[in-house]
């Protein structure tokens, strides 16, 4: 198993680095034929959010396809890969935070009986 870390991805996403754009192609068309197994975690995905919107300004439909796109590449491991797709769906259909939007889909993949928070706002998505 190899981790990939955030600026792969950004380096893949941005095409800004000719030689490392070169180098993550190479290895994901290496995961994509089955020769390794690639994996990454919630922090590398919400990185690329943060970075995607904070550095490059990339208004939230842009961040989201974005995101969507990475979720597609299925010869990429996300442990959460599921709460991550449904906090995505949430993102793009309510006015809510990434971060909110995970913290809900979390909750509700974990069977939680009660989401507290002051955020008012929160507490009408759940359950």
């Not at 955030?6 to 800004?16: G, I, P, V």
């Not at 290496?30 to 390794?36: D, F, N, P, R, S």
């Not at 809900?104 to 507490?123: G, H, Q, V």
Request: positive net charge; hydrophobic residues 45%; proline residues 1%.
């Amino acid at each position: 198993m190899i981790f990939v870390d955030t600026n792969f991805f950004l380096r893949f996403l941005l095409a800004d680095n000719k030689g490392q754009f070169e180098e993550v192609k190479t290895l994901f068309g290496q995961a994509a034929e089955g020769k390794v197994n690639l994996f990454t975690s919630v922090i590398v995905y919400f990185e690329i959010y943060w970075v995607l919107s904070s550095f490059y300004k990339q208004n939230r439909v842009g961040v989201a396809n974005t995101l969507e796109k990475i979720l597609e590449m299925k010869f990429i491991f996300f442990k959460e890969q599921e709460i991550l797709e449904s906090a995505l769906k949430m993102f793009v259909a309510r006015n809510l935070s990434l971060e909110d939007c995970y913290n809900l889909a979390f909750a509700k993949s974990n069977k939680a009986k009660a989401f507290k928070t002051f955020d008012r706002k929160l507490t009408k998505y759940f359950p």
